[in-house]
């Protein structure tokens, strides 16, 4: 017990370390605060502000207002406040970014462990459909993917988004476990009879975990903008508040109703960027606290 508790104190102090180092990262600090923020809205948003689904031929279009505080943003094509469909557009950016991107990138951290710890028949038939998908033109299966199911559930969704984003990630494990396997603590633990499980598990993988991390930040980020693309095209089913569509409707409106229509445009813009700029500022900070040669 000793000696394992020993073990565990050693592989924590560079997680600890790394995480102290990322807490100081002011980039990181921000892509923190960030993310915060968009999960707090995507909580609350909707029942703060409840989305009415009347419309107000009156109020379209409107300006920023100082009040009523619902009207800060301005108003949409119905009359809706943007702000209403800003937060009640939320929570399904947050859901798929966060549920796409841990989908990618566990697939492509299994797939690469595989591939690169077995080798043989096995790495050659990985590496063969891998190739594959990287041929094809990624955005062309999702489109296809995503008009045949049709879907706004973003379990179902994220799946979508998932099925050719992990290839580059496997390749990218793979080549770093086929170097992990040459190291003489890899070696020591195959002669003393360690199943491939520890091996992979305690020894390879903790290794990988920075990479792995910054990854996931990387593949949220992708797929939040692979989702509100979907949006944008209107391949996916009506959702008066989701952020893509309120880009694709604003632009379409711009053309009969000109500048009215630049607050419904700016918006969600904003909201998007915002996002995707947190998201890699806090994967900027992280590489950062494993790269000390990063470090100012």
Known sequence: MEGRLIISKDKLEPLIKALKII???????????????????????PIILPYNYRTNPAMALKPPMLWPPRYWFGTDNIGEPILVDIANGAPFVVEISFLAGLYTTVIGLVVGLISGYFGGIVDSIIMLINDALLTIPSLLITVIIAVMVHTTNPLVLAGVL???GWTGLARSVRSQVLASKEYPYIEVSRVLGLGWRYVLFREILPTLMPYIWINLILNMEGSLYAAVGLYYLGLLPFDPTNWGYMISNALSLGAAYGSSAIWYFLFPTLFVTLFMVGLIELAYGIDEAINPRLRK
């Open 162 to 164: 998932s099925v050719t």
């Open 23 to 45: 807490l100081r990262n002011r980039a990181a600090k921000f892509g923190i605060a960030v993310i915060i923020f968009y999960v707090v809205l995507a909580i609350v948003g």
